[in-house]
């Protein structure tokens, strides 16, 4: 199964706090459930492709590295927020979805002094309840058109949905942990390649603000 968010326009223009695709003819590569012990290796990989990602982080993972953390705010890749324990927000009241975001929220503000404006469903399950949860803190889902696959750790797989599903304003996931690291390199290198090969090109710009 290809996990992709392709939903129809019309439930798309329904959602309009839901970033469903980059509006911009550039591709955003996302790097999830970071930091971890292998941050410094994404690190290097993105700088070997001059790429600024955007980075999904759990509050907890941020309170357990927080070295690496500081490392990707150094190297200037935008942080955003990706729940505090990495829950399904999907049977989560509003009290509870405000919760869960606030919480990393000020863990980030307080280490970057700067606050998030994406959060990103962990597994990409939400309901209203997160919608408004989002909303209601000034902030947008954002969600994805490629899940590379690299958590699985099978180069195969980022190959197959890289060449089926590669477009000019893909905004892909990649993964900062221990599975996805064994092929991170090889997989953002693959995209890179296919990317420069249909001429389509990465967003530069630091995600800070909507
Ligand atoms: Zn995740």
């Given at each position: 199964m290809d996990f992709l968010y392709k939903p129809p326009m019309i439930i798309r223009k329904l959602f309009s706090g839901i970033i469903w695709e980059n509006e911009e003819n550039e591709i955003i590569i996302t790097v999830d459930d970071g930091p971890s012990e292998n941050t410094g290796k994404v690190l290097q990989s993105l700088e070997r492709f001059g790429i600024k990602a955007v980075f999904f982080c759990t509050g907890k993972n941020i309170e357990k590295y927080?070295?690496?953390?500081?490392?990707?705010?150094?190297?200037?890749h935008s942080v955003q927020n990706h729940g505090y324990r990495h829950r399904r927000m999907i049977f989560k009241n509003q009290r509870d979805s405000s919760k869960e975001i606030l919480r990393t929220n000020k863990t980030i503000k307080d280490l970057t002094g700067q606050s998030p404006i994406m959060f990103r469903p962990p597994y990409g399950w939400f309901n209203t309840n997160t919608i408004r949860a989002v909303s209601d803190n000034g902030m947008k889902l954002m969600l994805w058109t490629i899940l590379s696959g690299d958590h699985t750790g099978d180069?195969?797989?980022?190959?197959?949905?890289?060449?089926?599903?590669?477009?000019?304003?893909?905004?892909?996931?990649?993964?900062?942990?221990?599975?996805?690291?064994?092929?991170f390199d090889q997989s953002l290198e693959y995209i890179v390649k296919t990317a420069a090969d249909r001429k389509f090109n990465f967003s530069l710009r630091r995600r800070n603000e909507l």
């Open positions: 927080p070295d690496e953390f500081n490392s990707i705010i150094k190297a200037g180069f195969a797989t980022v190959r197959r949905l890289t060449d089926s599903y590669l477009t000019s304003n893909s905004i892909i996931v990649l993964h900062d942990n221990l599975k996805a690291s064994i092929i």
